[in-house]
């Protein structure tokens, strides 16, 4: 039974700082995938940053050069280092990953970023 275990995530003021933590068990398949996506109330859930293979890096335009993604060589973290935080920021913040074909969520973390 895979398992994404997130943690992280609170309060905090705009162009403050946070990081949001993720980890993968439960499998021997590395993923090949791992991402952070956000779901703010009434809005559909959207891609923050991705990371693929346990290097290489995508981010959405609206995080790009404020969020930083980065994982450990087996591809099976995501932590996303979130600077410079703004009150659209605010939303639930949800590990994914991608495993042989399926894809796994974790539960949901707050992210709250006061003006």
């Known amino acids: 039974q895979v398992q994404l275990a997130e943690s992280g995530g609170g309060l905090v003021q705009a162009g403050g700082s946070l990081r949001l933590s993720c980890a993968a068990s439960?499998?021997?398949?590395?993923?090949?995938?791992m991402a952070w996506y956000r779901q703010a109330p009434g809005k559909q859930r959207e891609l923050v940053a991705a990371?693929?293979?346990?290097?290489?890096?995508e981010y959405s335009d609206s995080v790009k050069g404020r969020f930083t993604i980065s994982g450990n060589k087996a591809g099976k973290t995501a932590d996303l280092q979130m600077n410079s935080l703004k009150p659209e920021d605010t939303s639930v913040y949800y590990c994914?990953?991608?495993?042989?074909?399926?894809?796994?969520w974790g539960q949901g973390t707050q992210v709250t970023v006061s003006a």
């Open positions: 994914h990953a991608s495993i042989r074909g399926h894809d796994f």
């Open positions: 990371i693929i293979g346990g290097a290489r890096t």
């Open positions: 439960g499998t021997i398949y590395n993923p090949r995938v």
